[in-house]
């Protein structure tokens, strides 16, 4: 009897389940969480084989080839390294017992199968990675944006030349305002934390 509520509070059944925060200390995936750094779980998915990790961060997916092993692949996609597209929540139908949660990260597609009584978690989580998707595209935009306008800054100024010593410090000027504008557009576009997003749509 103890085993089979500890299964269900684990999500340890065939399909998915929400993991609340007061379990994740619980679970493989935290061993793995950069805690020291500010990292922090926002939402968890666990299956027999595979836990699916939600962090500030990253995804981490601890991936397993059959529930009769204990060999686990950990594969960490951090959001500043790669993009997150095509999300979409697949709801259940009249006899299915699962939810789906789709995206791609980077190249990598996720189709994730949920038991549909966390259907309402999965809005939530469905609602970050989209709002995760929307903002990644908005500051890729801006940072071409501020980039072709900076070109053509520089390429007006430095076609209005000066000379000798001029030259060496109007260069100088350029380069400092080139760097410190692009550096400033850059940090927006290749944003490394994303707990506002999650706090602002999860309500576990």
Known sequence: MFGKIASEALGLSD?????SPENYHKVEADDYI???TG???FF????????YCFTNFALLHLDGNTALSKKRLLKRYEYINADIRNVLLETAGTI????ELKFRIHS???SIDVHKEHIEQLKDIYKVLSEISLLMEAEQRDLQTVEKSLQHVVSSLARQGGEGANIAQQARELYSF???TLSDAMSQAYRKDYSSVFETFIRN
């Open 34 to 36: 950069k805690h020291e």
């Open 15 to 19: 399909i998915g389940r929400v993991i």
């Open 44 to 51: 968890l998915i666990k299956s027999k084989t595979d836990e």
């Open 39 to 41: 990292e922090k779980i």
């Open 96 to 99: 299915d017992l699962d939810v």
């Open 178 to 180: 080139y760097h410190d």
């Open 108 to 110: 990598t597609d996720f």
